[in-house]
């Protein structure tokens, strides 16, 4: 084991300050240390996603990123975005469009298309399946989570600020 | 009967799409999962796993491990007293053995639990397995059902020929007479690779001892939490008032969960025996390679068939690779029996006999998963109709419908001993024909581009599901799963809390038994809360597993409902000088069906608990029910196509378009109904055409990771189109069927059906799963043959 160091990350606004072993992931970061569990983890090698943050804005697998990495930078993980109260546009889409079932997978899914669609505001919908295609969820087939995300796409789209 | 009642019953609810209540915390990551259950104070625990297949334990030396600053324990079998699971069947034809809760004396596959560590922190945790040393002298592993090494011990003494169990249950003296007068005899091998179930959340508990309550309290990722109460209190030796299962937000189960692992017992244990709040969340190594698995089956069929393409006999060896050990509760004759029973399907056939057996093998233990043998059944049927049909010149669907069970037909009595009650076998078959025709699917298969071959499969299956107590008593469990019992009580405030011993695991239970009840209280389903998932709240109930919770605990709810509401009919009528007969539920109202008068459900639930006073002695206060269910046990239907596209160059298979037809009885809520068999479909994909947990010829795990075990993901899903037909079930207050597994069941019939059609014209024929790459490159090689369909 090694020595502790002391990291500042801001996650969905706050500031954090924590010591950390330098092998210590992200995820175990955002979810023993700050108590945010609402970031899952599915395989702890970078595969299913169910791990994924916007870190800087950027979708990353918080299973595939130490905490030292992250420090300094801002954090959004899924427990952000209702930051209101009310749920988003994507969130209600997920669920109009029944694009969950256990809900493990979700938050993954929920950050992964965030990201995306701040860099790629009119995708279609072969190019969402290709986006969506880069996690993992074995209950919903995933045809809801696509049809969700291209909806959201769209009304976002036409209701941008001209 | 229940019919009755059912035909009688208003449905403002049941039927409606509504978006599911559990949504809203999942989408904001406030569900909790069993490794999100905070405790300040729990440690954490990782397993010394074998290395070996099979070997025999020479020592296992831990001293290493514990100088480690933060371990607290490394504890062996011998430290937990032996406890071990037995999963058997009261059957002659099967072997009973024993699994150890940490293994003791062998080790019978690679990672099998042999010490559990357990330290501060998971990273030291796992430290301190790499520092614990087991000398184990090697063996030569068992890893095929053909694998025999007569010159060593075998994998369990009891049974020295490997087989636990080599069950006959279906004869038939005259069958080797029918299949040699037949004039055609379809004689075939089919073949399925082992699986895992692979939910997104692997197993995890978490253990403590609360001496104020004189109870271990278990909280554990399950589909059976009085099953897995039972197990732990019996490997303990507590009863079972002593142990509290507690089931948060389960992250899938698909059957994988539908068991009581020995990792959940040892965590339980260590807690026990430490005194301490324990900890584990499995990661996926773990889970893919030392959990449980399932589907490993070989089926030798020899069908007959008139000239017609009609049914004469079907004769059915079936071998099943269980693995290791016989998985609690409900053993490694969970897949023999359901092959063995349920093989005929749809088809009508003269004449049935089969031998099925459970063989072990230096794997991990098989369990159900989704489909549990059905996968495999309708794959076999399904193939041999398309076998026949092929040498007969018969159109393929037509020979389906020269063979299946017709509407004048019910309730039909099989070889296999099953009645069947109405299902709409043969309008799905014709519907589903009729929609491949119209939505363009024979032109678009002819349209391949230049170095790509299409084919079209199609399958038509029942699914029986929601087993109760009748039928599960064939099995001879010890434990006899089946009934439900619901419990309903209205609070002060008008809400109502229904508790049921089912356990979803993304299910979407909530919603949909609150509908149901709902409808029969005559308030909104919001005002409608179901908790589920702790054994000191619900009463003993069998968990969820085999499309039964809807069925027989929302069957148990509605009953439950019903009585509930006739209490507050009775209450209305005495403030509103009326009959109860008189009085209807519906809005939030107790309304006088003459008159219009009316008083809230809210008012009616204030006057019961607050001012009762103003009510006449009653023999039972507060407004509580209970109901119970337990049907015998049903068959939902279906057909599915499928439009597949072969790149002959690569031999890589993509599956164009998918088409079901499905009837699962009265249908709840569309939107979950849907997602089922869409999640089960591509669960049914993957097993077909990516999925496979392989071993090394020395049992070692080649699939330890999503990198090797290919789930699929949205790039290889087809969309899927579904229509719904409606059978309603006579055995319900609700008609409802069960129907969580008629994807996964028929997707890997329907891919293989259309790859072999489209591989007809090189000749060649598939008759296993998965079908990789590599298989299509040695088929594409063969010649082709003139093209026919
Ligand atoms: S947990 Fe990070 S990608 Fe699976
Ligand atoms: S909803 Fe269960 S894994 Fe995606």
Redesign the interface.
């Known amino acids: 084991m090694s020595e502790s160091c002391e990291i500042t990350l801001t996650v969905n606004g706050v500031r954090h300050q924590v010591s950390v072993e330098p092998r210590r992931t992200l995820a175990d970061v955002l979810r023993i240390d700050l108590g945010l569990t609402g970031t899952h983890v599915g395989c702890e090698h970078g595969i299913c996603g169910a791990c994924t943050v916007l870190m800087d804005d950027q979708p990353v697998r918080a299973c595939l990123v130490f905490g030292v990495q992250a420090d300094g930078s801002s954090i959004r993980t899924v427990e952000g975005l209702a930051a209101n109260g009310e749920l988003t546009d994507l969130q209600q889409a997920f669920s109009r469009h029944h694009a969950l079932q256990c809900g493990f997978c979700t938050p993954g899914f929920l950050m992964l298309a965030e990201g995306y669609l701040a860099e790629t505001p009119a995708p279609d919908r072969v190019a969402v399946r290709e986006m969506v295609s880069a996690n993992l969820c074995r209950c919903t087939g995933y045809q809801g989570i696509v049809d969700a995300i291209v909806d959201v796409a769209e009304q976002r789209f036409h209701e941008r600020p001209i | 009967m229940a019919t009755a009642s059912s035909a009688r019953q208003s449905q403002q609810w049941v039927g409606q799409p509504l978006?599911?209540r559990?949504?809203?915390?999942?989408?904001?990551?406030?569900?909790?999962?069993t490794?999100?259950v905070?405790h300040a104070f729990a440690l954490h625990v990782a397993f010394v796993r074998s290395p070996i297949a099979f070997g025999v334990i020479r020592s296992i030396e831990v001293t290493r491990a514990l100088e480690i600053?933060g371990v607290v324990a490394v504890l062996t079998s011998a430290d937990l007293g032996h406890p071990s699971l037995t999963g058997f069947l009261d059957r002659d034809e099967f072997v009973t053995t024993s699994m150890p809760i940490l293994a003791h004396e062998r080790v019978r596959f690679v990672g099998e639990p042999i010490a559990i560590v357990v330290a501060t922190d998971r990273?030291?945790a796992e430290?301190a397995v790499e520092a614990v040393a087991c000398e184990i002298d090697e063996l030569t592993a068992i890893v095929t059902m053909d694998d025999q090494v007569p010159s060593q011990i075998p994998i369990h003494d009891a049974a020295p020929d490997g087989v636990l169990v080599d069950l006959r249950m279906f004869t038939d003296d005259e069958l080797e007479g029918v299949l040699a007068a037949s004039p055609l005899v379809v004689d075939e091998t089919f073949r399925s690779g082992r699986l895992q179930?692979?939910?997104?959340?692997?197993r995890g508990a978490l253990a403590e001892w609360i001496d104020r309550d004189d109870q271990l309290v278990v909280t554990v990722s399950t589909q059976l939490p009085h099953q897995v109460r039972t197990g732990i209190a019996q490997a303990l030796g507590l009863v079972e008032r002593q142990v509290r299962v507690i089931v948060p937000?389960?992250?899938?189960g698909?059957g994988f969960k539908a068991v009581l692992g020995r990792e959940e017992v040892a965590v339980a244990a260590a807690a026990r025996i430490l005194g301490r709040p324990v900890r584990w969340a499995e990661?996926?190594l773990e889970s893919l390679t030392a959990s449980f698995q399932g589907r490993e089956q070989e089926y030798t069929v020899r069908a007959g068939f008139t000239e017609d393409g009609v049914l004469t006999g079907l004769a059915a060896d079936i071998r099943c690779n269980v693995g290791a050990y016989s998985a609690f509760p409900f053993t490694c004759g969970l897949e023999p029996i359901m092959a063995a029973t349920e093989f005929l399907g749809v088809y009508k056939v003269p004449r049935y006999a089969s031998r099925s057996r459970g063989i072990a093998s230096n794997k991990p233990p098989s369990n159900a998963y989704r489909g549990v043998s059905r996968p495999q059944i309708v794959m076999v049927m399904e193939g041999l109709m398309d076998r026949a049909a092929d040498r007969l010149g018969i159109d393929r669907v037509e020979i389906r419908r020269r063979n299946t069970i017709r509407p004048e037909d019910f309730p039909y009595t099989g070889p296999n001993g099953i009645t069947y009650e109405p299902g709409s076998y043969l309008e799905a078959l014709e519907l589903c024909a009729a929609q491949v025709q119209q939505l363009g699917w024979w032109q678009r298969r002819e349209e391949a581009a230049p170095g790509f071959i299409r084919g079209i499969g199609i399958a038509n299956f029942s699914e029986r599901n929601a087993y109760g107590t009748a039928t599960m008593g064939l099995r001879r469990m010890p434990m006899t799963p089946g009934f439900e019992v619901a419990h309903l009580t209205m609070d002060a405030s008008g809400d109502v809390t229904l508790t049921s011993g089912t356990c979803s695991?993304?299910?979407?239970h909530e919603t949909t038994f609150a509908q149901i009840v709902a409808d029969r209280l005559g308030i909104a389903p919001d005002r409608i809360k179901l908790r589920q998932g702790d054994t000191d709240l619900t009463s003993f109930g069998w968990g969820t597993f085999a499309g039964r919770s809807l069925v027989i605990g929302g069957g148990a709810a509605a009953v439950a409902a019903r009585k509930l509401a006739t209490q507050l009919k009775e209450v209305a009528a005495y403030l509103l000088s009326v009959s109860a007969d008189d009085i209807e539920l519906s809005n939030g109202n107790a309304t006088v069906r003459v008159s219009g008068e009316s008083m809230s459900i809210d008012d009616i639930a204030k006057t019961v608990h607050f001012r009762s006073h103003l009510l006449p002695a009653r023999e039972e206060y507060l407004l509580e029910s209970h109901g119970s269910a337990d049907p015998s046990g049903m068959f939902s239907n279906g057909c599915h196509a499928a439009l597949v596209e072969i790149d002959a160059g690569t031999g890589a298979v993509c599956v164009l378009d998918y088409l079901v037809v499905e009837d699962c009885g009265v249908i709840v809520n569309p939107?979950?109904v849907?997602?089922?068999v869409?999640?089960?479909?591509?669960?049914g994909i993957g097993s077909t055409l990516y999925e496979e947990a392989e071993y090394s010829s020395d049992g070692q795990p080649l699939a330890g990771?999503?990198?090797s075990y290919l789930?699929p993901?949205?790039?290889?899903?087809p969309?899927?189109a579904i229509h719904h037909l409606e059978t309603p079930c006579y055995q319900t207050e609700t008609g409802v069927k069960g129907m969580g597994e008629a994807?996964t069941i028929g997707a890997p019939a329907v891919i293989l059906s259309a790859l072999n059609d489209a591989l007809r014209s090189r000749g060649a024929w598939l008759e296993h799963v998965p079908v990789t790459p590599a298989d299509m490159q040695q088929l594409l090689a063969l010649p082709i043959e003139t093209e026919s369909s």
Do not use: K
């Open positions: 978006q599911r559990e949504d809203s915390r999942f989408l904001r990551g406030t569900g909790r999962y490794d999100d905070p600053p990273y030291i430290d179930a692979a939910p997104m959340e692997g937000d389960v992250g899938g698909f990661d996926r695991a993304g299910q979407g939107l979950v849907d997602g089922q869409r999640g089960g479909i591509a669960q990771s999503f990198m789930v993901t949205a790039a290889e899903m969309p899927i994807g």
